[in-house]
Every structure is written in structure tokens, then in C-alpha cells.
């Protein structure tokens, strides 16, 4: 694999976090505009919603976006991984597993720095469609557990899986 830089997006990553999209999922597949205006509302949700990008020779060829869920304070913060997205062009290189590591590794340093609750664990959880067995085996070698079903967005079952990552935090008085 090319040498690769995992960072935090910014605004300017926008216009090309809805190309990769456009390419890859079908909720906005060829609508740019629409993937656009997708990317943007959840950039501005800042920090419920989390957008990382991957670079290859300065161009943006991967990104994540992750939401919080339940609170900023939480004893247990959880974040859901909500899109990976990987430019056809480099699929296949293990960007994926790579970007999920640097997100979880910057989102446990991003909570350890704002949440004085924390009393154990941070947990990150992922759902994959149950048919998708490429996604399920990147996710799987990360996410340990496999821990719920669900049918959501008409009838295409879904696996959650979910790795909580143990902190040590100072003692709270």
C-alpha cells in the first residue's frame, strides 16, 4: 500500500467526500449535488457527527463519517461508524481497516479529552448488511463481537458489531 495520511476533514474535503460517495453508495450513486448536500449537513453536526479522510499523495481517496450517539458526558460514550467510503480506484489496498483504526484511535483521544465521566470503555459499533460478506470480514477483524440484528431501510438485514475500547481515566471524586 501507498504511504497514506488518516486526518480529521475539513470543509475544503467536502466536494470530494460526495464524489467518493456518488461512487459507492447508492443513496446518491451519479447524483454529486445530492452527495454534496448529504456530506455537508453532517460535516456542520460537528461533533455529533465525525467525518476522517485518507490521503495518498495529497489527493482524498477514502473517508468515515462517525456519529455519537446518546451525549457529549456519557459514562460509556458510543459512536456508530454511519459511512466508509473508498474511491473504486483504491479499493482492495486495506484502506478501510486502517482508516476505522485511526478513527477509533482519534475518537477515544477526542472523548478522553472532553469527557471527565468516562468509566471504562468507549464503544464503536458498526452494521453491516448481512449480505455484504466483504464488509462483514474488514469489519469483523476489527469489531470483535457480533451483537445485534436488524431490518432497516426496507428488508435488508443487518449485522451491528461492536469493539469497546477499555480507558483508564483518572478517579473521580
Not at 489527493?59 to 463519517?65: P, Q, S
Not at 466508509?84 to 481497516?97: E, N
Not at 475518537?107 to 471504562?120: F, G, P, Q, Y
Amino acid at each position: 500500500m501507498s504511504d497514506h495520511t488518516i486526518r480529521r476533514a475539513t470543509e475544503a474535503d467536502l466536494p470530494r467526500i460526495a464524489e467518493i460517495n456518488s461512487g459507492v453508495f447508492l443513496g446518491d450513486r451519479d447524483n454529486l449535488n445530492s452527495a454534496l448536500d448529504w456530506a455537508t449537513c453532517w460535516f456542520k453536526a460537528y461533533p455529533l457527527y465525525q467525518y476522517f479522510v485518507v490521503e495518498i499523495e495529497g489527493k482524498v481517496v477514502g473517508y468515515a463519517g462517525w456519529q455519537m450517539h446518546g451525549g457529549f458526558s456519557r459514562s460509556e460514550p458510543v459512536f456508530e461508524l454511519d459511512q466508509l467510503g473508498i474511491d473504486r480506484a483504491y479499493q482492495g489496498q486495506h484502506l478501510g481497516p486502517q482508516i476505522n483504526t485511526d478513527c477509533i484511535r482519534h475518537l477515544v483521544k477526542w472523548c478522553k479529552e472532553r469527557d471527565t465521566r468516562i468509566e471504562s470503555h468507549v464503544t464503536f459499533v458498526v452494521w453491516a448488511y448481512a449480505t455484504n460478506f466483504h464488509a462483514i470480514n474488514v469489519y469483523a477483524s476489527q469489531f470483535v463481537e457480533m451483537r445485534g440484528f436488524r431490518i432497516q431501510f426496507g428488508d435488508r438485514a443487518e449485522n451491528m458489531l461492536r469493539l469497546r475500547v477499555p480507558i483508564t481515566m483518572p478517579v473521580r471524586d
